[in-house]
Nanobody, 124 residues
């Protein structure tokens, strides 16, 4: 299983911003879908919040549209999730995930590569 390495995250007050980064250079050289998922502690389900494919397709969950932005950084080596106007309900463990091929699935089971997870805490 390919490991992705995440950085960023932390704690912020509601309305604040955080940036998550994921080292993913081995995916960006071919066709891919890279995504960010989040999972509440104690929950089994991971929700896909954003996805970006090599064909240019970008998808966001309705709950984060207009507030979160998925992108590659300027070095083209990292997947980035910029999170603005954070709400307490955004608090979760966030994971980056990757797969070969440009079809982006909601089901986390379709992604063989995962980051280690990053805690995001939003206080009201």
């Amino acid at each position: 299983q390919v490991q992705l390495v995440q950085s960023g995250g932390g704690s912020v007050q509601a309305g604040g911003s955080l940036r998550l980064s994921c080292a993913a250079s081995r995916f960006f050289s071919g066709t891919y879908c890279m995504a960010w998922f989040r999972q509440d502690p104690g929950e089994k389900v991971r929700e896909r919040v954003a996805a970006m494919a090599s064909d240019g397709t970008i998808r966001y969950a309705d709950s984060v549209k207009g507030r979160f932005t998925i992108s590659q950084d300027s070095t083209k080596d990292h997947l980035v999730l910029q999170m603005n106007s954070l709400k307490p309900e955004d608090a979760a463990i966030y994971y980056c995930a990757g797969k070969v091929g440009s079809t982006c699935y909601n089901d986390p089971g379709n992604y063989p590569a995962w980051g280690q997870g990053t805690q995001v805490t939003v206080s009201s």
